[in-house]
């Protein structure tokens, strides 16, 4: 049984999840806070395993609350906030703070239903989250192969695919920080809702040695640019001509997730074959898995993060279990074995430590 409370300063908003949340048998919602003092007694009397938590509150704002429990109580947290681009730059800068999840409120855009099914799934992967001590904190490696080699993976038609889902807004930013300027083009899909992606976009831009940006229907692929898939939207690679492009289509959720891995990951198999290289990371479920396959047997490079800095070791470990891996890699040391795949020296790209 997860033992859940539930931070909000609406009482409608409270009411709703504790009853929505109810429904499920191996959910139980100890309690529920107006605000983070509140919140802060609650948790040292009912002891919860999950946190639900607001974005903006009264006295005490989610941000400057999560700072302090992660300080000195770390539990696993799941943000519950409305779709505003001020909520949305708060939502990720949430998760750089260490939540693990982010759901969007019910609203006149998401049914209730719909946002219980979203946050359920983001309580159970909270519940068997792993979180990481400030020491444990992988050590981003900056990839310093031979130059000749970095200019020329720029000139080369090769794709770099990512997919993740929990706790990878850190470890995509983690790879994408250390990856250099001369990377080839890159899609990426975290698994998040609709209107956060643009924010998660613009922070891995701040970053990123790359142009980072959330795709547009028919972006061209190119080095040195990594799209995001836009939340609510599968994305596919596709082929105009000579040059490589992206679609966004709507269609029905796969593994309960729009956009999903196993969708880019397969149309990357099909339009790139052996030019591609795939990166799967840390998430809950098994999205990614099958399509890293088909990746690899297309003949594409392919890589998984190795369970000891996986937040949740659920999609890497399904990947390893249908032999779709070539290379399980620490999150730390993920950037340079990328570049080594890349350029075909698998693991003889040097690094160092950033």
């Given at each position: ?5 539930v ?40 002891n ?19 700072a ?7 539990m696993?947290?799941v943000?519950?906030?409305s ?11 949430a ?11 019910p ?16 309580i159970?992967?909270?519940a ?15 990839v310093?192969a ?6 020329q ?12 889902s ?15 300027a ?30 980072v ?12 640019v ?11 690679l596709e ?11 709507d ?7 729009r ?10 198999a ?7 290289v ?23 490079y ?46 003889q ?6």
């Amino acid at each position: 049984m997860i033992r859940v409370l539930v931070v909000d300063d609406s009482a409608v908003v409270r009411k709703i999840l504790t009853e929505e949340l109810s429904k499920y048998p191996d959910i139980d919602v100890v309690g529920s806070a107006v605000d983070p003092y509140v919140a802060r007694d609650k948790i040292v009397e009912l002891n919860p395993d999950v946190l639900t938590l607001d974005v903006e509150m009264p006295r005490m704002d989610g941000l400057s609350f999560l700072a302090k429990l992660m300080r000195h109580h770390p539990m696993p947290v799941v943000i519950v906030s409305s779709v505003t681009p001020k909520n949305s730059d708060a939502a990720i800068r949430a998760l750089e703070l260490g939540a693990v999840e982010v759901i969007c409120k019910p609203g006149s855009a998401f049914t209730v239903p719909d946002v219980a099914k979203q946050l359920v799934r983001a309580i159970r992967a909270a519940a068997s989250a792993r979180l990481p001590k400030q020491q444990d904190t992988p050590v981003a490696c900056r990839v310093t192969a031979d130059p000749a080699f970095l200019a020329q993976m720029k000139a080369t038609h090769k794709i770099l695919a990512i997919g993740a889902s929990t706790g990878g807004t850190k470890a995509i930013e983690t790879v994408l920080s250390s990856l250099p300027a001369t990377t080839p083009g890159t899609v990426i899909v975290q698994h998040m809702p609709a209107l956060f992606t643009a924010s998660f976009a613009t922070r891995l831009n701040s970053i990123s040695q790359m142009e980072v940006r959330e795709a547009r229907d028919n972006d061209s692929v190119v080095p040195g640019v990594a799209l995001v898939a836009p939340g609510n939207h599968h994305m596919l690679l596709e082929r105009d001509g000579a040059r490589f492009i992206v679609k966004l289509k709507d269609g029905p959720a796969v593994h309960h997730q729009r956009p999903s891995v196993d969708v880019l990951f397969d149309s990357v198999a099909r339009k790139a074959g052996r030019n591609a290289v795939g990166v799967l990371l840390t998430g809950m479920g098994a999205d990614g898995a099958k399509g890293l396959l088909a990746m690899r047997e297309s003949g594409a490079y392919t890589l998984a993060e190795d369970e000891s800095t996986c937040i949740v070791f659920g999609m890497p470990k399904e990947a390893i279990k249908l032999d779709a891996v070539d290379e399980v890699v620490p999150l730390g040391e993920m950037s340079n074995a990328i570049v080594g795949a890349l350029i075909g020296q698998g693991r003889q790209a040097v690094a160092q430590p950033a």
